[in-house]
């Protein structure tokens, strides 16, 4: 079965560019969350969404961050006018349920690693 | 922050088991363990979760002290393709917010 994709798989930017991930999760799944993932590092929460609701952004580094889930599936992660420090793999998660509790088995796509100029 | 503690790195001889710890001193009574692990360039992959019984599926086994200050995680009979990032994760009030840390880095050996 399908599970979730990114595109594109690797994007490099110009410094002060704007770009947009797109992250398409397994078909059903309530929740979504996105996360980045520095070189070395583990990867960081930045947003979470239920359905199309985004009830939770505490993770997003700046408001040049953005993401959307309009019709509670396909989500983007938007980042305007990038910056070297934006670097690193962005991941997309889905979940079936809430996420909560004994229900937090979360299924990652591949990322997509962006490279910023 | 990161509520567990892990070895940075291990390793193992592949066929013999894999057994790799994690403290979590401060784990609340409602709060579970999961693991996930991360195979070089590609994203993070559900192994396992408990509350306070052992547990097996067909990718590994945790065991969890009595006191469930720390776990276990078993991969019986490793192979080369288990060489990964092991994230031991507590999320916090059970929250859907995975805190993933540094984790351990396993080598399986030929």
């Known amino acids: 079965g399908a599970g979730v994709s990114q595109s594109p798989r690797y994007k490099v930017a110009k410094r002060g560019q704007d770009v947009a991930l797109r992250c398409d999760p397994i078909?059903?799944?309530?929740?979504l969350f996105w996360y980045q993932q520095a070189l070395g590092q583990g990867p960081e929460f930045l947003t979470y969404?239920?359905?199309?609701?985004?009830?939770?952004k505490s993770g997003l580094p700046s408001d040049r961050f953005f993401a959307e889930r309009p019709e509670g599936s396909v989500s983007t992660l938007k980042i305007q006018r990038t910056q070297q420090e934006d670097s690193a793999v962005y991941l997309c998660?889905?979940?079936?349920?809430?996420?909560?509790?004994?229900?937090?088995?979360?299924?990652f796509g591949p990322g997509t690693r962006l490279t910023v100029l | 922050d990161a509520k567990t503690t892990q070895p940075t790195s291990m390793d193992c001889a592949e066929g013999r088991a894999a057994n790799l710890p994690c403290n979590h001193s401060?784990?609340?009574?409602?709060?579970?363990v999961y693991w996930y692990r991360q195979i070089h360039s590609q994203g993070p992959q559900y192994i396992i979760h408990?509350?306070?019984n052992n547990e097996t599926n067909e990718m590994a086994s945790l065991i969890i002290t009595e006191d469930r200050k720390s776990s276990t995680l078993i991969l019986p009979h490793a192979t080369l393709r288990d060489t990964a990032v092991y994230y031991c994760?507590?999320?916090?009030?059970?929250?859907?917010?995975?805190?993933f840390g540094s984790g351990t880095r396993l080598l399986v050996r030929p």
């Open positions: 998660a889905s979940s079936f349920s809430s996420g909560t509790g004994g229900k937090n088995e979360q299924f």
């Open positions: 078909s059903g799944h309530v929740s």
């Open positions: 969404f239920q359905n199309e609701a985004q009830l939770d």
């Open positions: 401060t784990i609340s009574g409602n709060e579970y």
């Open positions: 408990g509350l306070k």
């Open positions: 994760i507590v999320p916090m009030d059970s929250s859907y917010k995975l805190i």
